[in-house]
């Protein structure tokens, strides 16, 4: 299923075509690195591909299969998270390094921004960025997020950084 489109990439559910792709992703130190810290052994990414991502996700939100549309090729995974209580949704990608410093992330989260607003109703968009991660923090301010939060996870030495954008500010950026 094609749940979006952009210039230069699809966004669909995880094919079984896509498995490599997505164990060479998550087997990437440097992708992992603000993300758990650590690459995930082939074993933990292939299942974790087939008991998690393989056809999914099905309807709105998840973690989209991001084809880059000029080689076909699948080069991550984009998406909102399901909301909770209130109304709104967490963006999160993951791309493969070769696709880094291309301007992809900005424009998939610029998709699944206008999507939650518009498509979807929604009141808010979060997210959230290991500290360090300054080129996903620049994304994000660049789209008007506010820094909500911090929180540290014990234990790990990871500081996660919690944002927010609100429809309202979305909307006074767009002009509209």
């Avoid at 960025?129 to 300054?134: H, L, M, S, Y």
């Avoid at 789209?143 to 909307?171: H, P």
Wanted: proline residues 2%.
């Amino acid at each position: 299923m094609i749940f979006l489109e952009t210039e230069r990439l699809l966004f669909r559910s995880h094919e079984s075509g896509d498995e490599a792709d997505f164990v060479s992703m998550h087997t990437d130190a440097e992708v992992r690195r603000y993300v758990g810290g650590q690459a995930w052994p082939v074993e933990k990414a292939q299942s974790r591909f087939r008991e998690q991502y393989l056809g999914r996700p099905e309807e709105t939100y998840g973690l989209w299969a991001t084809v880059f549309k000029e080689a076909g090729k699948y080069i991550g995974c984009c998406g909102l998270r399901a909301p909770g209580e209130e109304l709104g949704a967490s963006l999160g990608y993951y791309f493969a390094r070769p696709y880094w410093g291309r301007g992809l992330a900005t424009e998939a989260s610029r998709a699944f921004i206008n999507a939650a607003f518009t498509r979807l109703g929604l009141d808010r968009v979060e997210a959230d960025v290991e500290k360090g991660n300054t080129a996903s923090e620049h994304i994000l301010h660049n789209f008007g997020f506010k820094y909500v939060r911090r929180e540290e996870i014990r234990g790990r030495g990871r500081i996660i950084n919690f944002y927010e954008l609100a429809r309202g500010e979305w909307q006074r950026r767009r002009g509209a």
